[in-house]
């Protein structure tokens, strides 16, 4: 099992920064991808970053630039850095891992991100 905490979201306007952690516990070591999924009103659960074991960090094209996803294996968590957030970047940010071992995916709780003036 892994557990999964989020932290750090709130209200911010246009053009501001919010950094969002997500600290893992239980069988980390399982743990092959880390990522970070937002899900907007009415719209689908999509990735907007995610750090797979080896490999680059991923991001989508609209976050490409002022997102930035990071790891500290001491701490065993994972931060998604914001810089210049629009108001369509609102909506619930998901920590996400995915365990290699049981081929399951866990979630955190979620954590609202709210970018108007």
């Known amino acids: 099992q892994v557990q999964l905490v989020e932290s750090g979201g709130g209200l911010v306007q246009p053009g501001g920064s919010l950094r969002l952690s997500c600290a893992a516990s239980?069988?980390?070591?399982?743990?092959?991808?880390l990522g970070w999924y937002r899900q907007a009103p009415g719209e689908q659960r999509e990735l907007a970053a995610g750090?797979?074991?080896?490999?680059?960090?991923q991001y989508a094209g609209s976050v490409r630039g002022r997102f930035t996803i990071s790891r500290d294996n001491d701490k065993n968590t994972v931060y998604l850095q914001m810089n210049s957030l629009k108001p369509e970047d609102t909506a619930v940010y998901y920590c996400?891992?995915?365990?290699?071992?049981?081929?399951?995916?866990?979630w955190g709780q979620g954590t609202q991100v709210t970018v108007s003036p």
């Open positions: 996400n891992a995915y365990s290699e071992y049981t081929l399951r995916n866990f």
């Open positions: 239980g069988n980390i070591d399982s743990i092959s991808f």
């Open positions: 750090l797979l074991r080896g490999a680059i960090p």
